[in-house]
């Protein structure tokens, strides 16, 4: 089928769509020129090749090492947890907004992995950044800028394409006071003993001497700032969309609540939050 001009290969079988993402030849990624910051783009999500494969294998073996996947980050969410349920006891009887708040409980999460700071969930700073990224993805409709690019930069007020180009400005200072930050601070012991992903990141760069690298000098530092807002567009919306989704499900179908909580007593008591060890039981 066709997408205006783009031709497309839609895959509607499980076992199929598996097998060709299993292809390196399928595995490349479509230009989206509304996405790039001054026509240009690096990072993870929109990148193919060498670039992709290193920026990927690279990220994944150092979010294990600052606790992804690990005991270590499910310390981290409930410390979110936590402040999140402080929270809903002060807004009893009121009519809440908890989606919004677990975006912020999932961006201090990743926060913490990436500069090796948690915020309080009334901070101004951690609110700006929630503001950034949900303005720059719900405040315009990207169909027109993504499917006739050079359309919409002959006419970028009416088409929204100043705007979207200017909050992509503006969300970038997210991610690039913190590196900023961690460069200025950078010593030979935090090389060896990195703090978070920001300070693995830069000692990488610093090592590097391949000019063909993605992680090579004044290339490197832009892949940097690129991976992290991967990371926080790719890793909040989903997850914060997600819990929002189970909760909505549990209020539109309190029996299956009921069925929820009454395991949740037997398995795991009233005394002790959840944990992953909890899963098999």
Request: neutral net charge; contains cysteine; glycine residues 6%.
């Given at each position: ?8 290969v ?23 020129e509304?996405?790039e ?48 349920i ?22 201090n ?83 060896e ?36 807002m ?8 989903t ?13 539109i ?21 959840p ?7």
């Open positions: 089928m066709y997408m205006l001009d783009q031709r497309t839609v895959l509607s079988d499980v076992e199929l769509a598996k097998k060709a993402y299993q292809l390196p030849t399928l595995q490349g990624r479509p230009r989206i509304m996405m910051f001054e026509g240009v783009r690096h990072g993870i999500m929109l990148t193919s090749g060498q670039e992709w494969q290193e920026q990927r294998r690279f990220t994944l073996r150092h979010l294990r090492d600052f606790g992804f996947g690990k005991n270590y980050m499910e310390g981290l969410i409930l410390e979110e947890v936590d402040e999140l402080e929270w809903l006891k002060s807004q009893e009887g009121k009519p809440v907004s908890i989606n919004r708040k677990f975006y912020l409980a999932v961006i999460s990743l926060w913490t992995i990436l500069a090796g700071k948690r915020f309080s969930h009334t901070d101004p700073k951690l609110e700006k950044v929630f503001e950034l990224l949900i303005m720059s993805g719900r405040s315009i409709n990207p169909v027109f800028i993504m499917f006739m690019p050079r359309l919409s930069k002959l006419v970028p007020n009416l088409s929204g394409w100043n705007k979207i180009q200017d909050l992509i400005k503006s969300s970038r200072h997210i991610v690039t006071d913190p590196v900023k930050e961690h460069t200025e601070e950078f010593t030979p012991d935090r090389k003993n990195p703090r978070d992903f920001i300070d693995a990141y830069l000692g990488e760069i610093e090592k590097t001497t391949d000019p063909n690298s993605s992680f090579y000098g004044s290339l490197g530092n832009a892949s940097l700032t690129d991976v992290a991967d990371l926080f567009q790719a890793g909040s919306m997850t914060a969309t997600m819990l929002t989704w189970a909760v909505l499900c549990n209020v179908y309190p029996e299956a609540q009921e069925k929820l909580q009454k395991e949740i007593d037997e398995v795991i008591g009233k005394s002790r939050p944990s992953l060890a909890d899963r098999p039981k």
